[in-house]
């Protein structure tokens, strides 16, 4: 059979980076290692409409079936392949695999247009599906699928067993799908782990040596299944050379869910990757960071570590069932700082155990510990984890088909009010964009075009507070997202420090200017409501232009409307991070709510940028006097909507039995069934 594999488009525009699929191209490599036809159609490397390219690849190559996947995230564009695929051959077979079906089998044919999808591992799934389907025999026996049968109802057949020996799995086929071009097309700022190249010139790829993970964290899904395998390192080093020689590989990115705990192989790996000459990341559990291990990280040519940090609250920290212990990352984390590795790690907020107090404990953590790079965020429920699992049987989710159609879903799970966790989340925003480490900025200039990427490079001279090194970054091409900050990283000591975008257009112009002025004529005139119109058609039109939300803050605080007033400063500060005069603005809201220790932070970054500033060196001042046993100081979230009349998660309602089991659908599929729409989900405005 001749099979067409698609990899979804990521990017806005081709040229620009993306993750390369190496679940597909081991698909790929299974596929022609059982001897049938294979077509790679990459469309991040391709302009054009999708449904085009789609039907110019089937009608020239006339292949018999449509395969594609990935996580539950890139729904959209999987999902759009598959519709692309039915337009142009009706009597194509759609195949998905990967987290996408995965993560909830009985929901994937509803939410994609397709007649079987993969569930867990793949290579050997792929092979036997591809033989029962050439020999026209029934799907009912093959492992690891689900399906329609004949009588147009949803079938999920038996799991197939994990391929423990790893060695067995046709390695992964970068060709076919155009990893060529992808590498040809890397930049230092398309990933944080690509700044670390050598002359400016990355040339990166990805591997595994493990499969899945020996933890169960409550908020993570296994896509390969809860078996975690090793690799023999020889395996891995064959391949890895050959890869190295033969695409002139500088970075390499082990790509292993967790890489192994076992120590012996962890300084194996070491010595043998060390005369590889290769710079490489890789990620670990913090149990398995002491020092022995990461001098020998370190001295192999390791320049990154992800750690699966998530909440310095003890009592999440067990409901996680993270397996470590917050004095454990903390000695981690400077041992690791310590060996000049660069620290890649999250905190994630709003696990079933988060409370107001949690979360404070947690924050607290961050605020005393910036020179390490932690990022903040919310935690999401994706499908398939023991979080999605709990929440379906608990009636958080009712309709988990939409549920996946639209994702990401913020929903909470934790013991917080709604209103307060949604405050939380919009301050994790801000303080994540607006709250940096300052890197010395000497030079940021136009360096030359770049056809292939269709963007303009840029030079960027900075030197690095932690070690005092001089970096020098080359035509590095801004993110599309275009950030007013840019986090780089030092080619010595490996730390991360933020410099100002200076290639970001500003969103301020006449209209706006304009408007803004008249908005100041009406609230003079005490016409607060016609202001508040004005503003509301101005956001409508510049959704990202802070001055709008700072005068939006202004006008909010003459209505008495603390909570629009928060909303409005926390959102100025988030899309102008480098104006001083907004962290104060925030800060005095925050004041007003008791929340000292979120204001201290943006006084303190005030400073940093305008060490001048007397109106947040005065409020600094007035916060340190205060008495150190004041609670006020280590609080970081607002409590606004506790109490009576809040709206609380559905599970701590008087009325709801949590020991109700689930009640799971059957799906049915009709005569007439499309493929569900994608619905796009607006960004929030203040």
Request: with cysteine; glycine share 6%.
């Amino acid at each position: 059979m001749k099979v067409l594999i698609v990899v979804p488009r990521y990017v806005a525009q081709p040229g620009e980076f993306y993750q390369f699929p190496l679940g597909l191209a081991y698909i790929a490599a299974a596929v022609e290692s059982a001897g049938h036809g294979i077509v790679g159609l990459n469309l991040n490397q391709r302009a054009g409409d999708v449904d085009q390219l789609v039907a110019e690849a089937i009608e020239k190559h006339q292949p018999d079936i449509c395969a594609t996947g990935g996580l539950s995230p890139f729904l959209p564009c999987i999902a759009e392949i598959f519709s692309a695929a039915r337009r142009a051959k009706p009597g194509i077979l759609n195949v998905a695999g990967g987290g996408v079906v995965s993560s909830d089998a009985e929901v994937a044919p509803e939410i994609m247009d397709i007649d079987v999808g993969v569930v867990g591992e793949g290579e050997a799934t792929i092979v036997e599906l591809l033989s029962v389907l050439s020999a026209g025999d029934t799907l009912a026996d093959v492992k690891g699928i689900v399906f329609w049968d004949e009588a147009g109802t949803v079938r999920v057949n038996p799991a197939r067993p994990a391929v423990m020996d790893l060695s067995e799995i046709p390695r992964a086929n970068y060709e076919v799908l155009g990893f060529g071009e992808q590498l040809h097309l890397q930049n230092p700022l398309d990933h944080y782990f690509l700044q670390a190249a050598p002359d400016n010139r990355p040339r990166a790829i990805d591997i595994i040596t493990s499969r899945s993970c020996p933890y169960s964290c409550t908020f993570c899904f296994h896509p390969v299944g809860k078996v975690y395998r090793e690799r023999p390192l020889d395996d891995v080093f064959e391949e890895l050379e050959e890869l190295i020689e033969r695409f002139d590989i500088n970075l390499v990115g082990i790509i292993d869910e967790l890489f192994s705990l076992r120590k012996a192989r962890l300084l194996e790996f070491c010595e043998r990757i060390k005369p590889l000459g290769v710079l490489w990341m890789v990620q670990l559990h913090v149990n398995s960071a002491d020092e022995i291990t990461l001098k020998a990280l370190r001295e192999s040519g390791c320049v990154s570590i992800s750690y699966g940090i998530e909440s310095m609250s003890p009592s999440v920290l067990i409901s996680m069932m993270k397996k470590s212990k917050k004095e454990r990352i903390e000695v981690s984390l400077a041992q690791t700082q310590q060996e000049q590795i660069g620290i890649q790690g999250n905190l994630i907020f709003g696990d079933t155990a988060e409370t107001l107090e949690t979360a404070n404990e947690s924050m607290k953590w961050w605020a005393e510990n910036r020179h390490f790079p932690i990022n903040l965020t919310r935690l999401q429920v994706f499908p398939g984890s023991p979080d999605y699992i709990a929440a379906v049987r608990d009636e958080l989710i009712i309709d988990r088909v939409n549920y996946a159609i639209e994702l990401p879903v913020f929903l909470n799970i934790s013991g917080i009010s709604d209103g307060n966790m949604d405050l939380m989340t919009a301050l994790l925003w801000a303080q994540g964009r607006a709250l940096l480490k300052l890197g010395i900025l000497h030079r940021f200039e136009e360096s030359r075009y770049h056809e292939e990427r269709g963007a303009s490079s840029y030079d960027i001279d900075w030197t690095c507070p932690s070690c005092g090194a001089e970096n020098e970054y080359r035509e590095c091409i801004i993110p599309p997202e275009n950030p007013h900050a840019l986090r780089l990283h030092c080619r010595s000591c490996c730390d991360r420090w933020d410099v100002e975008n200076r290639a970001r257009e500003a969103t301020h112009n006449a209209e706006i200017s304009g408007i803004l002025q008249n908005v100041r004529d009406l609230m003079e005139q005490a016409k607060l409501q016609d202001a508040r119109v004005e503003l509301g058609k101005l956001i409508e039109k510049y959704p990202d232009a802070a001055e709008i939300y700072a005068m939006k803050a202004k006008l909010s605080r003459l209505r008495e409307d603390v909570e629009t007033e928060l909303r409005s400063c926390i959102f100025a500060v988030g899309h102008a991070p480098f104006i001083a005069g907004y962290h104060c603005d925030l800060a005095e809201v925050l004041l007003k709510l008791n929340v000292a220790g979120a204001a201290r932070l943006h006084l303190e970054q005030a400073l940093a940028l305008d060490p001048a500033l007397a109106r947040a060196e005065l409020a600094l001042g007035l916060l340190l006097d205060r008495d150190p046993s004041d609670p006020t100081l280590n609080s970081f979230f607002p409590d606004m909507f506790e109490g009576p009349g809040a709206v609380r998660p559905l599970r701590d309602t008087p009325s709801y039995d949590r020991k109700r089991e689930p009640a799971f659908p059957v799906f049915k599929r009709t005569a007439n069934r499309q493929s569900v729409a994608v619905k796009e989900r607006q960004p929030q405005k203040v």
